[in-house]
């Protein structure tokens, strides 16, 4: 029976600074921390947290937040240091999730935006976030970090050895958004084979906004629209214990959400009940093998092969009555229909050795991958016009064509203890990536033939780091990590218009997005505590954004389009600081008292001197906490500074400073959490949030949003912008059984 994995050892050898730290990550019921650029999240630490979505994950780690969509697509992924989206790596137990289909050009119209958060967070054991550039480890798109998700296992619910059962139970319900969570957890061994079934079922509504203002329809709407959001999932593990160091094993794992919108803000004299009616679904299987031995090459050999599916449904009806702008008047009912699937075959295997040479020991890890994915994208559309029984369906461009994408990796990490006090991590990784995209009935090649061109990417990866002890209790961490990103489908064939008259066109020069990541920390340790302190800057090259270009047609008349193009660098800086204390130990407070602080400032720059407007405010968090055997009780107080117009502008084609319509202001938030050990067997937790009532914003939720719009119905208008608050005082309740 296993309880380490050589990926996770990887990781931890690649984050940490010391083999010991390696070992921590296999402990299932430990508390959340910081290891340099590393913030490690523990199931404890979710359930003690009250942790119901991602925003609840990532709440006390100040310099990370979820990029917010509206209220119908939710978070749309990762921010770590201002770097966002495709350019943060996702994970779950080492398969990636997939990249996103944004369509910026239509996002003011509301019908779709694929995101790449489909996981419920009862079936996770660790989360661990990195920051800055991490393809070693993490591959494409891991530009600003990495955020990586481990299922839980059938051990963490039983005793270490022996013929054992074990039922969990949990409930909780989040008052902000009306949500109730049942999940069930049934784990057991019997001689060598070990099981594991986790069922879990959400149901809940919108998330409540500051102050629910007047219940009006448009843009002028100051609470969150209407919503009914559900979500099931299922996680199945089957392990055999072929020998004591030899285990063979299944899992499987299953998860829908379904939400319906009532996007009355989109209403007016466009749109009229417009309906929401959205699925995202996530499924996996896979089959793995992990053996120790003491061969040669390798002291221990995993390897696994997973098929996940990763689909995305989006509908809209709604009754349209639209000018004749560009044609006839469109008046009557209308169901829009967009589909995003996302199929992927992963092959990899993982090796592990120790080596000593005299004095010097290396720690070895190498592996290779392959990974086959084939994305679509459909686009249907149903009219019934007004007046008329009769529905018109028609087929509407995709926004991709169907893509096949096969990728290759190989990467070797080295961690070198050249004395006790001297370490050096040494990671080289080598990536390839081919792109084939074909037309069919959703997607024409329909700008002369030269849309639907091969592409192939490759990239080599580094990383190199330094820890040196200057005392017994202190030691210095130096880091350079490369990385890269791939570009998406997107990226490559999002295509418009026709042989003549190109709105999106093809760009066979395109290449990968790069990072190079340089981190300096100074972590000291005492009797009643630790302090670290982390200095970074990160340059990124050859960012991937749109380019106006000029073209001759076959008619001789200039025609202007736009690309993808690498045309955007940035450099980003910042400090983070955390310090963690013992007041009983450092003050002679009660037994069981401590505290923590922790702070974010960074600040970046494009090439052409204007801001990174992706990167947060400064934020700072304080807590005290007390805990007793049976009893604790924790207080935490967020400050975020507001949002300077200084650093929230953009220049246009004419050299003019654009301001963004809207700012996030300061705040202090104060969250209570407190949990009470009824028994052996249960545990009851409850929390307030947001203590004083503060109204506020979060910079990245209301970052896009702009003030009107020439299309009635969309975008903010008088005191609108209000519906985009944080919820006011809200509260958590659950309750954990294990037996």
Do not use: C
């Amino acid at each position: 029976m296993f309880t380490k994995s050589t990926l996770a050892l990887a990781i931890a050898v690649a984050s940490s600074n010391s083999f010991a730290q390696v070992q921590e990550l296999d402990v299932t019921k430990v508390k959340g921390e910081t290891k340099e650029n590393q913030e490690v999240i523990s199931n404890l630490k979710i359930e003690e947290n009250m942790v119901n979505n991602l925003d609840d994950l990532v709440r006390d780690l100040p310099g990370i937040v979820i990029k917010a969509g509206d209220g119908r697509w939710g978070g749309t992924g990762f921010n770590i240091r201002g770097v966002a989206d495709d350019r943060i790596a996702v994970s779950i137990d080492g398969i990636e999730q997939g990249e996103s289909l944004q369509y910026e050009g239509g996002q003011a119209y509301g019908y779709f935006k694929g995101g790449r958060n489909g996981l419920e967070l009862e079936t996770v054991k660790q989360v661990s976030i990195t920051k800055g550039a991490d393809s070693v480890i993490s591959g494409s798109g891991a530009l600003g970090g990495a955020v990586r998700f481990v299922t839980k296992d059938a051990d963490d619910f039983l005793k270490e050895s022996g013929n054992d059962f074990g039922l969990d139970f949990s409930s909780s319900y989040d008052s902000a958004s009306e949500t109730t969570m049942g999940s069930m957890a049934l784990a057991g061994r019997s001689a060598q084979f070990e099981a594991l079934l986790i069922a879990t079922k959400r149901s809940g509504h919108e998330t409540e906004n500051h102050t629910a203002g007047p219940d009006i329809d448009g843009g002028q709407r100051e609470r969150p629209d209407p919503q009914d959001r559900d979500t099931d999932s299922i996680l199945f593990k089957l392990n055999y214990d072929i020998s004591s160091n030899n285990t063979i094993g299944l899992v499987v794992e299953d998860y829908t959400q379904e939400i319906k919108t009532d996007a009355r803000s989109y209403n007016g004299p466009w749109y009229i009940n417009r309906q929401g009616d959205d699925t995202r679904e996530r499924q996996r299987i896979g089959l793995f093998h992990k053996m120790d031995v003491n061969a040669t090459f390798f002291d221990r050999i995993e390897w696994s092969i997973d098929r996940q599916n990763i689909d995305f449904e989006a509908r809209t009806l709604q009754g349209v009555d639209i000018p004749g702008f560009f044609g006839p008047p469109v008046v009557g009912f209308r169901i829009d229909n967009r589909v995003f699937d996302q199929e992927v075959t992963q092959f990899k295997f993982d090796f592990n050795k120790r080596i000593q040479s005299g004095n010097v020991e290396h720690q070895l890890f190498y592996g290779f991958a392959y990974t086959d994915k084939e994305v679509d994208n459909e686009e249907t559309r149903l009219f019934t016009p007004e007046g008329s029984t009769e529905t018109i369906p028609s087929t509407r461009q995709a926004l991709v064509p169907h893509s096949e994408i096969q990728s290759y990796n190989l990467f070797v990490l080295d961690r070198i203890t050249l004395s006790d006090n001297t370490q050096l991590d040494v990671g080289i990784r080598y990536d390839d990536y081919k792109y084939d995209a074909t037309a069919s009935e959703f997607y024409s090649d329909a700008i002369g033939g030269s849309s639907l061109n091969k592409q192939d990417f490759d990239f080599f990866s580094g990383a190199l780091g330094l820890t040196q002890k200057i005392s017994d209790d202190s030691k210095l961490i130096a880091k350079i990590g490369r990385a890269f990103r791939a570009p998406t489908v997107e990226n490559l064939y999002t295509r418009s218009g026709s042989a003549d008259d190109w709105g999106t066109g093809p760009n066979p020069d395109l290449d990968v997005e790069t990072a190079t990541n340089y981190e300096l920390t100074f972590e000291t340790r005492f009797d009643a505590g630790r302090v670290s302190i982390t200095g970074f800057f990160n340059q990124y090259q050859d960012f991937i954004e749109s380019q106006d270009r000029t073209r001759v047609n076959s008619v001789g008349q200039e025609d202007i389009y736009s690309v993808a193009a690498n045309v955007g660098d940035a450099d980003t800086k910042g400090l983070e600081l955390s310090a963690s204390l013992d007041l009983h130990k450092a003050l002679g407070a009660p037994q069981g008292m401590s505290a923590f602080a922790s702070s974010a400032y960074a600040e970046g720059e494009q090439d052409n001197g204007d801001p990174l407007t992706s990167i947060q405010p400064f934020s700072a968090k304080l807590g005290f906490a007390y805990h007793q055997e049976d009893w604790g009780v924790n207080s935490t107080l967020t400050y975020t500074s507001a949002k300077d117009a200084d650093d929230a502008y953009s220049t246009n084609a004419d050299g003019e400073r654009e301001e963004r319509d809207y700012l996030s202001n300061s705040s202090a938030i104060l969250d209570i959490t407190a949990f009470y050990k009824v028994n052996q067997q249960l545990t009851l937790r409850a929390g307030v949030f947001n203590v004083t009532d503060k109204e506020y914003y979060i910079w990245d939720s209301i970052r896009f949003v702009g003030r009107d719009d020439l299309r009635p119905g969309i975008g903010v208008r008088d005191n609108g912008i209000t519906r985009f608050t944080e919820p006011g005082r809200n509260f958590t309740l659950r309750a954990d059984f294990s037996f």
